[in-house]
């Protein structure tokens, strides 16, 4: 039983180039969520997608970034013209359904940015 | 927002037990306390979760103050693996998760 999976693992983009994060959620599961975990912070949430459907994007940067979830293939996290402050983990988590239930994490994208 | 307050860090001594506290005195009656735990270059790991009453499963036990203001997980029995940062998160809507900065435990042989 697969768990979340990200790749890639490590990325390095320069500054201006488009950065693409990819995210297959566990076996049955169709709720996706993306955090940002500056070094040494706690996860930030970003958003959270439901098959084709964006819930909650109330932490995601307001330019430059975006995410879907499309009905077949992984979960995307795009960022477009990334700047030095994009270097961060951003980790994915998936559940089977929403509300409290627990959320199963990736190990995160490393993306650094030159 | 309801916020959780935990300490910096921790430490114990392998196969002794470990008692984390969370402080949450503003918690709402229908957020959940989720515990989720994070080694090294990994992402988080679910711990355990609950509402009201004392929760065990086979990773850890979860107490739960009577007023819900503070919660203590408990690690019966420390290994060399269970050094980690632990976080204690309150589901304030249904799927937003807020991570603090956690208590870093450290495990002495």
């Known amino acids: 039983n697969a768990g979340v999976m990200q790749n890639p693992r490590h990325l390095v983009r320069r500054r201006g180039q488009e950065a693409r994060l990819r995210c297959s959620p566990m076996?049955?599961?169709?709720?996706v969520y993306w955090y940002r975990q500056l070094p040494e912070e706690g996860l930030k949430f970003m958003v959270y997608?439901?098959?084709?459907?964006?819930?909650?994007e109330s932490g995601m940067p307001k330019e430059r970034f975006s995410a879907e979830f499309p009905k077949e293939g992984p979960s995307i996290l795009r960022i477009q013209q990334v700047v030095r402050g994009d270097s961060a983990a951003y980790f994915c988590?998936?559940?089977?359904?929403?509300?409290?239930?627990?959320?199963?994490f990736g190990d995160g994208t490393r993306l650094s940015i030159l | 927002d309801a916020k959780t307050t935990q300490p910096n860090s921790m430490e114990s001594n392998e196969e002794e037990p470990v008692h984390l506290p969370c402080n949450h005195s503003?918690?709402?009656?229908?957020?959940?306390i989720h515990w989720y735990r994070q080694l090294p270059s990994q992402g988080p790991e679910y711990v355990i979760h609950?509402?009201?009453s004392n929760v065990n499963n086979r990773m850890a036990s979860l107490a739960i103050a009577e007023d819900r203001k503070s919660s203590t997980l408990i690690l019966h029995r420390a290994t060399l693996r269970d050094a980690a940062v632990y976080y204690c998160?309150?589901?304030?809507?249904?799927?937003?998760?807020?991570f603090g900065a956690g208590t870093r435990l450290t495990v002495k042989p």
């Open positions: 988590a998936s559940s089977q359904t929403g509300g409290p239930q627990p959320q199963h």
């Open positions: 076996k049955g599961h169709s709720h």
């Open positions: 997608l439901q098959k084709e459907n964006i819930i909650d």
């Open positions: 503003t918690i709402s009656g229908t957020d959940y």
């Open positions: 609950g509402l009201t």
């Open positions: 998160i309150l589901r304030e809507r249904n799927n937003d998760m807020r």
